[in-house]
Structure formats: structure tokens, C-alpha cells
Antibody, heavy 119, light 105 residues
Framework: QVQLQESGPGLVKPSGTLSLTCAVS?????????WSWVRQPPGKGLEWIGK???????NYIPSLRSRLTISVDKSKNQFSLKLSSVTAADTAVYYC????????????WGQGTLVTVSS | DIVLTQSPATLSLSPGERATLSCRASQSVSRYLAWYQQKPGQAPRLLIY???NRATGIPARFSGSGSGTDFTLTISSLEPEDFAVYYC????????FGQGTKLEI
């Protein structure tokens, strides 16, 4: 059974860079699946923000494309997110997730990590 | 962008009753729609994909229907553990979610 675990700082200063890592177990990051990041501001809905394949191909939501970088480390079976120039609007629970075998749905999720942007 | 609008925002029912949740897309998504359940403090769980296919391990009381722009998630007889927030998600054009329906007792 695949498991995903997010890690990273819970507090980031405005204008700084938000960095998170998702460690994958029970599946290979080199599988045919894509690997995504989804965020959820406190008390609000879900927003898919980007994904990466095992080969390093990426898709980003247009509104974040200039600030977002997702990368993969096959040797560690993990993938990462960097979001630059953050503001309070980037405060959210960030989830990593696996895209399913039957399309761009999310069949496995990490438990989520809250990142607060504040000075 | 494809906007998904869920209704109602809140649905108040009792265990044993039937729940019907709606998701409407701003343009056709064919059958490329999924439903998720999210409980407080937990990650979402995939229930239904491609409009009507149950994900692995999902009980038969959950069913999905629809195509094009109008979709429905039905829970035939509510169990206490079904009270949660439900989201729809489309994959026809990028991946976007609806704003959620809270199913409360």
C-alpha cells in the first residue's frame, strides 16, 4: 500500500520560499504515475497546484507557474515543491498525492502539512 | 478554467436516509469527474472516478452518475461515518475542484 509523507517548515516569512518534500513508500516514484501537490487554505476548498512525472516532466497551475517548481529525486523516492515570493494567501495545508492509474485523479494522499506565511 | 459548482453547500440528514449531492460544470467535462470525501483533519479520500466507478474499497452505498455538465453523488443509506465534506473534481481541462458540500447530521 502506497504511503506519502510531507515534511518541511511550518512557518515561512513573507517574500520567502516555501519548500516541502514528499517521501513515497510502497510504490516507486519511477512508476507511470504522476505525482501532485494539492493545497487547502484553512477552512476552504482544495486546489491542485502542480504535478511531476518520474521523468521530470511538470505541469503547473497557470496562476502559480512563475513561482512554483516541482522536482523529483528518484534516488530517495521523493518529490519536492518550492514556492517562491510567498504571501499570506499561500497559507494552507499542503498535500502530496499520487495521480491514479485511471487518470488525473488522486488515489493516495499524504496526511498534509500546514504551512503558515507570517512574519 | 472549468468551474465546478456544488449544491447544496450544506445538507442536513439523518443516518439511514438517502443523500443526493450535485456538481455542475461550467462546460462539458465528458465523464471525467471524481468525488472525494474529507473528514476533519484528514486528507481527502477518492470515492468515485470517471463519474460512476467506485474506487478500491469504497462501499456499494456510494454511487455516482452523470455526464457532460451535471453529476450526482448518491449515498443510498447514510452511515454515521459518512458525515463529512464531499468534493467533486474534474480532469477534462487541468484539474479543478468544486467548493464542497458539507453533509451534516
Amino acid at each position: 500500500q502506497v504511503q506519502l509523507q510531507e515534511s518541511g517548515p511550518g512557518l515561512v516569512k513573507p517574500s520567502g520560499t516555501l519548500s516541502l518534500t514528499c517521501a513515497v513508500s510502497g510504490d516507486s516514484i519511477s512508476s507511470n504515475n504522476w505525482w501532485s501537490w494539492v493545497r487547502q487554505p484553512p477552512g476552504k476548498g482544495l486546489e491542485w497546484i502542480g504535478k511531476i512525472s518520474h521523468s521530470g516532466s511538470t505541469n503547473y497551475i497557470p496562476s502559480l507557474r512563475s513561482r512554483l517548481t516541482i522536482s523529483v529525486d528518484k534516488s530517495k523516492n521523493q518529490f519536492s515543491l518550492k514556492l517562491s515570493s510567498v504571501t499570506a494567501a499561500d497559507t494552507a495545508v499542503y498535500y502530496c498525492a499520487r495521480d491514479s492509474d485511471y487518470g488525473d485523479y488522486f488515489d493516495s494522499w499524504g496526511q498534509g502539512t500546514l504551512v503558515t506565511v507570517s512574519s | 478554467d472549468i468551474v465546478l459548482t456544488q449544491s447544496p453547500a450544506t445538507l442536513s440528514l439523518s443516518p439511514g436516509e438517502r443523500a443526493t449531492l450535485s456538481c455542475r460544470a461550467s462546460q462539458s467535462v465528458s465523464r471525467y469527474l471524481a468525488w472525494y470525501q474529507q473528514k476533519p483533519g484528514q486528507a481527502p479520500r477518492l470515492l468515485i472516478y470517471d463519474a460512476s466507478n467506485r474506487a478500491t474499497g469504497i462501499p456499494a452505498r456510494f454511487s455516482g452518475s452523470g455526464s457532460g455538465t451535471d453529476f450526482t453523488l448518491t449515498i443510498s443509506s447514510l452511515e454515521p461515518e459518512d458525515f463529512a465534506v464531499y468534493y467533486c473534481q474534474q480532469r477534462s481541462n487541468w484539474q479543478t475542484f468544486g467548493q464542497g458540500t458539507k453533509l451534516e447530521i
